[in-house]
């Protein structure tokens, strides 16, 4: 989801977000922020591109996408792309 600062800044990822600017948050850790930005839009689920390990894996799984000997992040998203299934997030 994408959120915009509502007063001080804010520390998300690693980097510092001011005043106005907007970012794009997973739901736990909008939890975190809500007191501190303002919900602007839900922008669906992650693209593949963007997904971790985990969810690569729930994301193959779901598609019925055998990930084989893939074990590693790189791997489990080749083979996903490879199969040409994504989640309608650019991939």
Do not use: C, W
């Amino acid at each position: 989801m994408k959120v915009e600062v509502k007063g001080i800044p804010i520390r998300h990822n690693g980097q510092l977000f001011q005043k106005g600017e907007s970012f794009s948050v997973m739901e736990k850790d909008y939890e975190r922020l809500e007191k501190h930005v303002t919900f602007i839009e839900d922008e669906g689920p992650p693209a593949v591109s963007e997904m971790k390990l985990a969810e690569l894996k729930a994301h193959a799984k779901d598609h019925g996408i055998d990930l084989g000997e893939a074990s590693k992040r790189e791997d489990v998203l080749a083979v996903i792309l490879k199969a040409g299934v994504s989640n309608g997030g650019a991939s």
